[in-house]
């Protein structure tokens, strides 16, 4: 800042001017001092635009920073309840292949003992046409036996 130079130059200024004695005053150059005063007010509303800039940016700047974090706060919310959601779905999915599993299993079961009943049934028709066979076998045989002769 400009300005707080020349405060420092007006300063050095004063504390270097010579005094008199036991008065506690000191002779100055008035149009120097009037000079360096005149600087400092064309400086200074410069220096406070600069400050109010600054002020402003820095403003704008939180500002920013907060819509930034609370962007990457709702972000993160929207993981983990996605996260959350697809557990779920996990969870449901387990379940279902589980109840496909059980259902799989019944079926087999009553695949099986449907086949081993239309096994049964089919040996038992062909067990009834075995004895129906030896039998007309066995009649015949005796027929030929009663034929001697």
Avoid: C
């Avoid at 959350?84 to 003992?113: G, H, P, Y």
Wanted: negative net charge; hydrophobic residues 40%.
């Amino acid at each position: 800042m400009n300005a707080l130079r020349l405060l420092d130059e007006l300063e050095d200024i004063i504390e270097s001017s010579s005094s008199i004695p036991f008065a506690g005053k000191t002779f100055i150059d008035k149009e120097e001092i009037l000079d360096i005063i005149k600087e400092i007010r064309i400086q200074l509303p410069d220096e406070v635009k600069q400050a109010q800039w600054i002020k402003e940016e820095r403003q704008r700047i939180l500002i920013e920073a907060q819509k930034e974090a609370d962007s990457v706060m709702h972000n993160a919310k929207v993981h983990i309840e996605e996260m959350v959601e697809k557990d779920e779905i996990t969870k449901e999915a387990q379940k279902m292949s589980e109840e496909i599993i059980s259902q799989a299993q019944i079926n087999a079961k009553e695949i099986r003992l449907g086949a081993r009943q239309y096994t049964d049934e089919l040996l038992g028709g062909i067990e009834k046409n075995l004895e129906e066979i030896l039998a007309t076998i066995n009649r015949n045989r005796k027929e030929l036996k009663g034929m001697k002769g």
